[in-house]
């Protein structure tokens, strides 16, 4: 079975979209991990047929968040064990791409 890890900077009960894709690729027989933010005021999830990480930040917003972002995820993303690594974000992008090219998987 394919395996997948899908990064994105948003919190997770608000992002229908990235449920959409992970149910999508979960349906066709990929192991999804699905890898986002969550917020004080986050509500909790319900359970779903695929991982949910949920990562918390004391800084929400401006440079550090960013940065304190990236460097989350690219500690994540060294240790996930998953053949692809995707990026949903802009933000981040940086931290994604020096991942899957240090541990060369497709990104």
Request: hydrophobic share 50%.
């Amino acid at each position: 079975m394919k395996s997948i890890s899908i990064f994105v900077s948003n919190d997770l009960v608000t992002d229908q979209r990235m449920h959409r894709f992970a149910e999508s690729l979960y349906h066709i027989g990929w192991r999804v991990e699905l890898i986002g933010r969550w917020k004080r005021t986050s509500k909790p999830l319900d359970p779903l047929n695929y991982l949910v990480h949920r990562v918390h930040f004391q800084v929400e917003r401006g440079i550090l968040f960013y940065g304190l972002l990236n460097f989350v995820f690219f500690i994540k993303a060294l240790r996930c064990k998953s053949e692809v690594l995707w990026s949903v974000d802009l933000d981040t992008l940086p931290a994604i791409r020096l991942a899957a090219f240090l541990k060369n998987k497709i990104f």
